[in-house]
Nanobody, 128 residues
Framework: RVQLVESGGGSVQAGGSLTLSCENAGSDTMAWFRQNPGKEREGVASMIIGGSTTYADSVKGRFTISKDKVKNVLYLRMSSLKSEDTAMYYC??????????????????????????WGQGTQVTVSS
């Protein structure tokens, strides 16, 4: 059984940066999601090993997903944080490669149902 463990969350002022980590992320497809109470979980960023990355429009240019293949640690580097980035952030992995395709272009999936394993979450709070 895969046990994902997130860390790195905290409180930061708007404009600041945080880097989240997720241990035991040994999968071909990995992602970060976020959720606020009473709202649906939202895909933030995903990646396929040796392939593409996908970002939600709201975080493009500010967030970067990456992985340390040796340590099996997934990262989410967040900069220029905004109050609307406040949420519980979850790491997720899929059993295999998961993509979505638009025409001839395919990218890493950010569809929640494509992911099989989830961490417990780490809270990020951005104050303005």
């Amino acid at each position: 059984r895969v046990q994902l463990v997130e860390s790195g969350g905290g409180s930061v002022q708007a404009g600041g940066s945080l880097t989240l980590s997720c241990e035991n992320a040994g999968s071909d497809t990995m992602a970060w999601f976020r959720q606020n109470p009473g709202k649906e979980r939202e895909g933030v960023a995903s990646m396929i090993i040796g392939g593409s990355t996908t970002y939600a429009d709201s975080v493009k240019g500010r967030f970067t997903i990456s992985k340390d293949k040796v340590k099996n640690v997934l990262y989410l580097r967040m900069s220029s944080l905004k109050s609307e980035d406040t949420a519980m952030y979850y790491c997720a992995t899929a059993s295999g490669r998961r993509t979505f395709c638009s025409g001839a272009y395919c990218s890493a999936s950010l569809k929640e149902s494509d992911f099989d394993y989830w961490g417990q979450g780490t809270q990020v709070t951005v104050s303005s």
